[in-house]
């Protein structure tokens, strides 16, 4: 595979875009799953019913679509050009931000009745006991599922190749089309996102210990 | 005359058709220890989750040293800081150490200083003989050890009243024991409290008054001394009956 080390560079490049674009998504995703839950949670009727349409939105379409009605709508309305780098980082943001909410709400409902009546007892306020007693619960239960969101969005990244950004999988494909060595190029580009994965899934199973309560096995 | 700390006027608290808790009334001096006693299921929680305001009563009104709790307005985080309450399955924090537990309040809702909470976190455990068990988590202490950390937790805060809910009933005779010393230490110092026990030796030696609960209302009220020797309610009577046999086998 001598022929790839001149594409290094490439390569390194598309693997660099596909990182940031990855860890934006899912920190993003975090901020936001997290204040989705809680307005699902607390926010009343109508705000569940938006967070709703927002979840069903990005979850029920390809994230091919999402990347296109951002990438050509925004423009065309707002009137102003965008980087299509911006465009991949808003959306892998929304996007996750939908699955998050999800796994977070179902976490901070497992620990919540009892916790919060308990919180309540002591005097602290509604937001104290979600920031100090179901939020610290509810992240430690969330990691796990945590990590099958980090490994999918990773690969969903491959899709920016379509708005014409050079990530990881845009590198492959260039690489591809001008040598025609094409079974070892994929091959290495697999071995590139397999890699990253799973010491990112180490790092999780490492930090999911590290934050494991003592005494209790925490289950998803 | 010693003054009301807490009180609570023709209470009502209705579930759809379930009426909980129907039209009690009560006061509760400084000092005094009140000992709540009934069935299952006749609205004694309920009770006491109104009182401290964890539920919010249909009908009637809740004291707190004279402030009332009910009308729209309050500011039921500062009232609740002022009344401890000690729960039936105890709901520790499990993210927290037993510190941790007892700590937060007094950071959070009392704002101390970290070396001060940490200070008196400390003392209320020591006072629970839990001392020597500050940096272990829930899941590594026994029920009975557990509960005395729920109830550092309460009287941390030095509460103006403490409420607690069956804090034995969960926890097997052996370790209802040292829950129960806890608690009898407490009276001794003069700690004001409403307990919901069926504890019938422990309530005799503390209680000022006993108060028989039945189908959301008091039945029957009076010394202690008046329920073990001559119950004037009949139901008050075939409980107590029940409960002394009880007690007997144990």
């Known amino acids: 595979m001598d022929f790839l080390v001149k594409y290094l560079p490439l390569i390194l490049e598309g693997f660099l875009t596909t990182v940031q674009v990855t860890l934006f998504g899912v920190l993003m995703g975090l901020g936001l799953g997290i204040l989705l839950a809680i307005g699902d949670l607390y926010g009343g009727k109508t705000i569940s019913t938006i967070i709703k349409f927002y979840v069903e939105f990005f979850r029920g379409s390809p994230i091919i679509i999402q990347l296109f009605i951002f990438y050509f709508s925004i423009p065309t309305l707002l009137n102003m050009l965008i980087d299509p780098i911006t465009v991949g980082f808003i959306v892998f943001g929304l996007n996750s931000a939908a699955y998050q909410k999800g796994y977070i709400k179902g976490a901070m409902e497992s620990v919540y009745e009892d916790q919060m009546t308990a919180a309540l007892s002591i005097g602290l306020s509604r937001v104290q006991a979600i920031m100090y007693v179901v939020l610290p619960q509810a992240l430690r239960i969330v990691i796990p599922p945590w990590g099958n969101e980090f490994c999918s969005l990773t690969k969903s990244t491959a899709a920016l190749l379509l708005i014409r950004i050079r990530d990881l999988t845009s590198a492959g494909v260039s690489i591809a089309s001008w040598t025609w060595r094409v079974l070892e190029t994929y091959s290495f580009i697999a071995l590139i996102y397999l890699l990253w994965i799973s010491i990112m899934m180490k790092i999780l199973d490492i930090l999911y210990n590290k934050v494991k309560i003592p005494g209790i096995e925490i289950t998803a | ?250």
């Open chain 2, 1 to 250: 005359m010693a003054d009301i700390v807490m009180e609570c006027k023709n209470l009502w608290k209705i579930y759809g058709k379930i009426v909980a808790v129907r039209d009690v009334s009560l006061e509760i001096k400084e000092g005094d220890i009140k000992l709540i006693f009934g069935p299952s299921g006749s609205g004694k929680s309920t009770l006491a989750r109104c009182l401290a305001m964890l539920t919010t009563p249909t009908k009637g009104d809740v004291f707190l040293r004279g402030e009332c709790l009910t009308r729209s307005g309050v500011n039921l985080n500062k009232a609740r800081a002022r009344i401890g309450f000690v729960f039936q399955h105890i709901w520790l924090f499990h993210h927290l150490t037993a510190l941790g537990n007892v700590e937060l309040g007094l950071r959070r809702v009392l704002k101390l200083p970290k070396k001060e909470a940490r200070e008196r976190a400390m003392q209320a455990l020591r006072e629970v003989k839990m001392e020597e068990w500050a940096h272990h988590y829930p899941a590594q202490l026994s029920g009975g050890q557990q509960q005395r950390v729920g109830i550092a937790r309460a009287l941390a805060k030095n509460p103006d009243i403490t409420l607690l809910d069956e804090p034995t009933s969960a926890l097997d005779p052996e370790l209802t024991g040292e829950v129960i010393d806890t608690l009898r230490d407490l009276a001794k110092k003069g700690t004001t409290m409403l307990i919901i026990s069926h504890e019938m030796p422990f309530a005799r030696e503390v209680a000022d008054e006993m108060i028989f609960f039945d189908e959301g209302t008091i039945v029957e009220r009076g010394l202690p001394e008046l329920f073990f020797t001559n119950p004037s309610s009949d139901r008050a009577r075939r409980f107590m009956a029940r409960l002394i046999k009880r007690t007997r086998r144990e």
